[in-house]
């Protein structure tokens, strides 16, 4: 069997908000509660990013979806529905451009409790031939 990572624990000011708010973004289900006192959201079949409230400062941590072309423009639709700024550019002003620099389409936001998250069709991460 293949190694694959199954969930993450992201922490969080407000469990509950910031899982309903990424779980709205992306269209994938979400609990209010779970096993734990976990706030999941369920990114795939096999990942599950689980909010956890704390008081306590934490870093920011940047996550990255990868998403057919299909899924951007759906994701990159609520994001301008809902107002939530975003850039081209993992650093720098809410643009609200999105970056073709690596042969696909990807765009950064931030939410509330300061984590980056990055949506891309074309992982530049893992380059093909």
Not at 11 to 16: A, D, L, Q
Not at 54 to 63: E, I, Q
Not at 80 to 96: L, M, N
Request: with cysteine.
């Amino acid at each position: 069997m293949a190694i694959q990572l199954d969930h993450f624990i992201v922490p969080s000011h407000n469990k509950v908000a910031s899982a309903q708010r990424l779980a709205e973004i992306l269209g994938v289900p979400w609990a209010e509660t779970a096993l734990g006192p976990f706030s999941p959201v369920f990114i795939n079949d096999g990942l599950t990013l689980d909010f956890v409230e704390t008081a306590d400062s934490y870093p920011v941590h940047h996550y990255c979806f990868r998403v057919s072309q299909d899924e951007f423009d759906t994701i990159l639709a609520r994001l301008k529905a809902e107002g939530i700024p975003y850039r081209s550019a993992v650093r720098g002003p809410d643009d609200r451009q999105v970056s073709t620099q690596f042969g696909g389409n990807g765009v950064y936001w931030n939410e509330p409790d300061g984590h980056q998250w990055e949506m891309l069709t074309v992982s530049y991460a893992r380059q093909t031939g």
